[in-house]
Each structure stands twice: as C-alpha cells, then as structure tokens.
C-alpha cells in the first residue's frame, strides 16, 4: 500500500493535517486529494476533536494544481469534482478549521485555505492565482473567493494576478492573521482547543446564511434556537 500524502495526528482536542508530498512543494493531484478525503474520515471518528489544523510539509503549504499531471494528460475530467467534494468535507467539520499557510500558497491551495474558518499566514508565505497569468481557467476560485472577500475584491484579485505578500492578503481579506512563523500561530490556535458545544451549530447557521434563502436561514437559526434553550 503506498505511504499517504496526508499525515494526520490527535493529540486530545487538537487534529493535525499536514499535506505530505514536500517533493512536489504539495502540489495538488488526485492521490493527495484523495488522501485528504480519508483523513477526514478519521477527523470526524474523533469527538473530542475541538480544533483541525491543516498546514504543509516542507517549504511550501502547496503550490496549487499539479503542472505536471496537466502536462501528462491535461485536468482529469473528475478532478474539479473530486477537489470540491474534498473541500467542502473540510468545510463542514464541526471543530474550528484553521489553515497554517506558509512558504508557497497558489491556486487550488488558496482555494483550500479559504475553506477554513480561519487563515494564519506566515511571513514568509507567497501567495497567488497563477492561473490568470498563465491564461488558464481558475477552477472553482471565483466562486469561493468572492464569496469570502466579496465580489468587487475578487474581481480586483482575479484580474491582476501576480503574488500578494502577506501584508497585502490580509487587507483583501484573505487571510485573518499574519505571524512571524508557524511556532508564533500557536497562541491564536490555543484558544480553538476550549470551544465551547454551540460552535458546531454556529457554523452550520452561518453557512446556511451563506448558501440558503434569508427566509431559510432566519427559520433555520430561530429553530435551532428553540430547540437549544
């Protein structure tokens, strides 16, 4: 069986996803999805799991879609599927999700940031949308990232292309902290360890604001409201 891509620790109320394919700077492909998409079977067998951290190996979180596997045989026809059935996995964990970016983060890995309810971005972290300077389609991005930063933002964002530092992420928006390194992250992640039971239900009411009607989502928190007393 070959070795997985993703490395998964628990240590109490904490779980640790670490992207392991540092030879290919975790560069996305099936395999790696895939993985990811059982680790998570693991994380949701964990009650006690209050906070996922989700970072990468080696010198990059990931560089995006794997140009290598597009070069062989161009974007396999399930891949975008596949990625976005992943992703909303990781989405919908009850625990708070957080994404450790350093090093490398472009593409279909800031995709995957965004899908955490909050992003710590290391100094030395790179981020970018290469896929506008390369004149390829950007996948599902601006789906999601209009949906984070809003649509005037994203549109800014989509059409520049180019890197963003650090610094100028956190203005768009894109992430919410910015941290000399990974060892500096850990006094914003240690709080997530003690969330309280409602944090569950408070994410699910908030995606539903996101995704359903207003009239939905009104009827959807009142009734959760109700049933909690």
Same mark, same amino acid.
């Given at each position: ?19 392991? &394919? ?11 999805? +895939? ?13 006690? /799991? ?8 080696? &010198? #990059?979180?990931?560089?995006? $879609?794997?140009?290598?596997?597009? !070069? ?15 992703? &909303?996995?990781?989405? !919908? ?15 279909? %890995?800031?995709?995957?940031? $965004?899908? %955490? ?7 030395? +972290?790179?981020? =970018? ?13 601006? @789906? &999601? ?21 650090? !610094?100028?992420? @956190? ?10 390194? !990974? ?8 709080? @997530? ?5 409602? /944090? ?6 908030? =995606?539903?604001? $996101? ?5 939905? #989502? ?12």
């Amino acid at each position: 069986m070959a070795q997985s891509l993703i490395g998964l620790t628990v240590d109490g109320p904490t779980a640790v996803l670490t992207l392991d &394919r540092s030879a290919k700077l975790n560069a996305l492909n099936r395999e790696l999805l +895939a993985d990811l998409g059982a680790a998570l079977d693991r994380v949701e067998q964990e009650p006690d /799991v209050r906070v996922v951290v989700l970072r990468g190996s080696g &010198r #990059a979180f990931s560089v995006g $879609l794997d140009l290598t596997m597009v !070069a062989d045989e161009g974007v396999p026809a399930d891949f975008f599927e596949l990625q976005e059935r992943v992703y &909303r996995r990781f989405e !919908a964990l009850p625990a708070v999700t957080v994404a450790l970016v350093h090093g490398f983060c472009l593409g279909g %890995a800031i995709q995957l940031a $965004l899908t %955490a309810d909050v992003r710590i971005c290391c100094e030395d +972290a790179k981020l =970018g949308m290469p896929a506008v300077d390369e004149g390829m389609f950007p996948g599902l991005m601006p @789906y &999601r990232l209009a949906r984070t930063v809003g649509p005037r933002v994203a549109v800014r964002l989509m059409l520049a292309g180019g890197n963003l530092t650090p !610094a100028e992420a @956190y203005e768009a928006g894109l992430v919410d902290h910015v941290v000399p390194d !990974a060892d500096a992250a850990e006094a914003l992640i240690a709080p @997530y360890r003690t969330a309280l039971h409602a /944090v569950p239900l408070t994410k699910r009411l908030i =995606g539903h604001g $996101l995704t359903g009607t207003y009239r939905e #989502a009104y009827d959807d928190c009142l009734a959760t409201l109700k049933a909690d007393r």
